[in-house]
Structures are given as structure tokens and as C-alpha cells.
């Protein structure tokens, strides 16, 4: 099997409504990048996924231990696991595709009864050309990308801000009942204390589940997207952008549920005693709706900056060859 790029030639590939382009589980099974070969994107997609389920290991642990108040059910809720979940799943599936791609390219010649069942799990799906399986495997690449910006940003952005703005409160009320009963406030309560100044000072577990499960998926992503696969914009762009926002309406009923269930909001601005209102909620709910509108159309974006420089590379390798010749 090959081990060059898809994006080799100049100019590209065809663009996305011709028929004959390559299907999309073939491209996230190949970089665009002449310096990522077949076996180099087979080890960064294995080391990719070895990180994704030792990090979540170790966050399976903090969740269950330094975050055990309340219902346990509580964590199949949180938009961040479940965000991370995605992340995960989506590099197993594309680990797999891509190791076989390359080893075992014809998985019936395989024999064997367990091997032979391993093989054919992991290989590319069937009729890779159906245009519905495109689509729905399309969708779930652009809401494990569009869910983990969310959760970064959201968390960063949003919750982070509202956490240190609760502590800030809390000091201040600690500080002024000190001094009405005419004693010295602490110096400790005095500190103002900005949305990443509480990361540290508390060890390096904490920050580090923290760091990896808002910040490093989103990373991850990015990366994912430049670099290992060359997908491109999908045909079928309004349908994406639906698609999504169904699955942000999803999860919110799915929170709505979680609070039925264990009491518990997955976010704050969900509760009405929090934000102050119904139609607080209600806006705040429309943002996060509106905001995965706003996270794919910057995936797609960086789709744009790799296409762009790999056909700006790809030109130039042309030409150069054109003077040689």
C-alpha cells in the first residue's frame, strides 16, 4: 500500500462535489503532508491515542476521588468528559482505519479465527463510497472537534470566570464579618485570585487533569485537522451546521435529564437560581447552541489553512521539477 499522501499532485484533489474525489474515511487515513508518511501517521495516531486513554484514566480517578460529592451518575453529564469521550473515540476509529490501511489492506486474506475477527473490526467500513455513510461518520468528526473548542472556551471563557468571581465574593463577605467584629482580615483574603492563578499552588494533578481535559482535546484537534488527515469541507455544509446544532439541543435536553436524575447542573447558567431567571437560562442556552455554529465555522477554517498551503507547496514542488526538467 502507498505510503504517500493523498494531497500529492499539483494542485490537489478534485474539489468536494466531484464525484470521483476520495471518500472521506480514506482521508483521515492519510496526511496531506509529504513529511507525515503512512507508517509516521500510524505512530502519531497510536501515541495520540496511548495519551487519550492514560489522561482519561487518570481523570476517571480524579472524577471518582477528588470530585466524589454527589451522585456519581452525575459525571455521565459532564459536557467535558463527554466531550473527551468523543475526542477519543473518534482516534480510535481513525487509529484503527489507518494502521490496517497500511498492514492489512485486504482484511479477507487474513485467517485465522480471533485475528481475522480483530482485522475486520478495525478496517475501513464497506462501500466507503456511500454518500449516507460519509455523511454520518463526517458528523460525528465535526462534533468531537466542534464539542471539545466548546469545552474549552465555555469552560475557560465562562465557567473558570464565574468560579473565580464566586471566590472573589466569598473572600470579600469573610473579610468584611472580620472586620465588623473589629478583627484583622487575613492576608490570604485579600489575594485576587485570576482564572488560572487557582491552577497552581495546589500540586500538579489537579492543574493537569484540568489543563488536559479543557484545553489539550481542543489542541489535539487542531492538530488533527492541520496535520493527520486531509479531509475537506463537506458538500453537504448545511446539513454539518444542522446537524450540529441538533446535537448541541441534544445535549442540553440530556443536561435537563442529568438534573432530573442526580440534582445536579452540569453548568451553572443552566440553573435558574444562578443566572436569575428563565429567560437568563433561555439565552444562555441559545448561545450554547449558537456557539457550535461559531466553533465549526472555525474548524473549517483551519481546513482552509492547510488546503491552502499544501496546494501552495505542492505548486512549488511542481514548478521546481517543471525547471529541472
Same mark, same amino acid.
Given at each position: 500500500?502507498?505510503?504517500?499522501p ?9 474539489g468536494p ?5 476520495? =471518500? ?7 496526511? =496531506?503532508w509529504?513529511c507525515? =508518511? ?9 501515541? &495520540? ?12 480517578h480524579?472524577?471518582s ?8 451518575w452525575?459525571h $455521565?453529564f459532564d ?14 476509529i &481513525? ?5 490496517t490501511?497500511l498492514?492489512?489492506?485486504d482484511?479477507?486474506g ?21 454518500l449516507?455513510?460519509q ?6 468528526y465535526?462534533t468531537? &472537534? ?13 465557567t ?8 472573589l ?8 464579618t472580620?472586620t465588623a467584629?473589629g ?11 485570576g482564572?488560572f ?19 489539550? &482535546? ?8 492541520i ?57 444562555y ?11 465549526y465555522?472555525?474548524?473549517?477554517? $483551519?481546513?482552509?489553512i ?10 512549488r514542488a ?8
Amino acid at each position: 500500500m502507498s505510503s504517500t499522501p493523498l494531497l500529492s499532485a499539483a494542485g490537489g484533489l478534485p474539489g468536494p462535489h466531484v464525484m470521483l474525489d476520495h =471518500p472521506a474515511f480514506l482521508r483521515v487515513s492519510h496526511s =496531506p503532508w509529504q513529511c507525515i =508518511p503512512q507508517n509516521v501517521l500510524v505512530a502519531l495516531r497510536g501515541l &495520540t491515542l496511548a495519551y487519550l486513554v492514560a489522561v482519561g484514566a487518570m481523570i476517571g480517578h480524579y472524577k471518582s476521588t477528588e470530585e466524589s460529592e454527589g451522585s456519581p451518575w452525575r459525571h $455521565f453529564f459532564d459536557f467535558g468528559l463527554i466531550s473527551y469521550a468523543l475526542v477519543s473515540f473518534y482516534h480510535l476509529i &481513525t487509529f484503527s482505519w489507518t494502521f490496517t490501511h497500511l498492514y492489512y489492506p485486504d482484511p479477507d486474506g487474513v485467517q485465522g479465527g480471533v485475528e481475522s475477527w480483530i482485522i475486520r473490526a478495525m478496517s475501513l467500513p464497506a462501500n466507503m463510497g456511500s454518500l449516507r455513510k460519509q455523511f454520518y461518520f463526517t458528523l460525528f468528526y465535526a462534533t468531537a &472537534t466542534v464539542f471539545a473548542f466548546m469545552n474549552s472556551s465555555i469552560y475557560w471563557f465562562v465557567t473558570r470566570q464565574h468560579e473565580t468571581a464566586a471566590l472573589l465574593v466569598a473572600a470579600a463577605t469573610a473579610t468584611a464579618t472580620a472586620t465588623a467584629k473589629g478583627a484583622s482580615p487575613s492576608p490570604v483574603l485579600l489575594v485576587v485570585d485570576g482564572p488560572f492563578s487557582i491552577l497552581f499552588g495546589e500540586g500538579w494533578f489537579k492543574p493537569f487533569i484540568i489543563c488536559n481535559l479543557y484545553g489539550v &482535546t481542543a489542541a489535539i484537534m487542531i492538530l488533527e485537522t492541520i496535520f493527520l488527515n486531509s479531509t475537506k469541507r463537506p458538500a453537504a455544509l448545511g446539513s454539518h451546521f444542522l446537524g450540529l446544532m441538533v446535537h448541541s439541543g441534544l445535549y442540553l435536553a440530556w443536561a435537563a435529564l442529568g438534573k432530573v436524575w442526580t440534582d445536579i447542573f452540569p453548568f451553572f447558567w443552566l440553573d435558574e437560581k444562578e443566572v436569575g431567571s428563565k429567560e437568563a437560562v433561555t439565552a444562555y442556552c441559545i448561545g450554547f447552541v449558537l456557539l457550535s455554529q461559531f466553533m465549526y465555522t472555525l474548524a473549517l477554517g $483551519f481546513v482552509g489553512i492547510r488546503e491552502g498551503v499544501t496546494r501552495s507547496l505542492a505548486e512549488r514542488a511542481s514548478s521546481l521539477e517543471d525547471m529541472e526538467d
